[in-house]
T-cell receptor, first 115, second 111 residues
């Protein structure tokens, strides 16, 4: 069965600093991988996704993520964090070949940005 | 440009009461989902539907029922609410794997 681990429950960075949020997954083959962001009181918004091809994917709001098959990881990065990036971030995995579209989510990483 | 709309957004129930959460999507998506979000637990799938008239159990289905009588609507019911069902409930829909579109959530408190 698929599973997702986000090792960091809470991360604090200063505005302008770089950011890396970790995500490890468990799956028997190459999965579909996603990062979602949730602002307070809001639903989740898709930041970026990896289906195939280039392992470095670009998303919205200046985020990128790199798929590393050997490490079963899909870490999210941003070179310079803005105060508006403070939110909760969820990594998710979906099964290739599935017609269901369902995803398995990690438990989330809460990002705090200091001015 | 509504996307996924959930009603109500807030509700307080007493133990044993029943209620229904309504999810409506205007994107003609086949797949719809109900998740619950609890602190430190991420999102857990309650029930989902792969098309009109179909429903299936997710990870945490106990105490909930669902119906998908129309393609655009997905209802989540609690027949006899319990304090353990205090949570934020999210509806989502998708056309294909992973492109989930979420509603803004419904916060339920069971006293």
């Amino acid at each position: 069965a698929q599973s997702v681990t986000q090792p960091d429950i809470h991360i604090t960075v200063s505005e302008g600093a770089s950011l890396e949020l970790r995500c490890n997954y468990s799956y028997g083959a190459t999965p579909y991988l996603f990062w979602y962001v949730q602002s307070p009181g809001q639903g989740l918004q898709l930041l970026l996704k990896y289906f195939s091809g280039d392992t470095l994917v670009q998303g919205i709001k200046g985020f990128e993520a790199e798929f590393k098959r050997s490490q079963s990881s899909f870490n999210l990065r941003k070179p310079s964090v803005h105060w508006s990036d403070a939110a909760e971030y969820f990594c998710a995995v979906g099964a290739r070949g599935s017609t269901l579209g369902r995803l398995y989510f990690g438990r989330g990483t809460q990002l705090t940005v200091w001015p | 440009n509504a996307g996924v709309t959930q009603t109500p957004k807030f509700r307080v129930l007493k133990t044993g009461q029943s209620m229904t959460l309504l999810c409506a999507q205007d994107m003609n998506h086949e797949y719809m989902y109900w998740y619950r979000q609890d602190p430190g637990m991420g999102l857990r799938l309650i029930h989902y539907s792969v098309g009109e008239g179909t429903t299936a159990k997710g990870e945490v289905p106990d105490g909930y029922n669902v119906s998908r009588l129309k393609k655009q609507n997905f209802l989540l019911g609690l027949e006899s609410a319990a304090p353990s069902q205090t949570s934020v409930y999210f509806c989502a829909s998708s056309f294909e794997v992973g492109e989930l579109f979420f509603g803004e959530g419904s916060r339920l408190t069971v006293l």
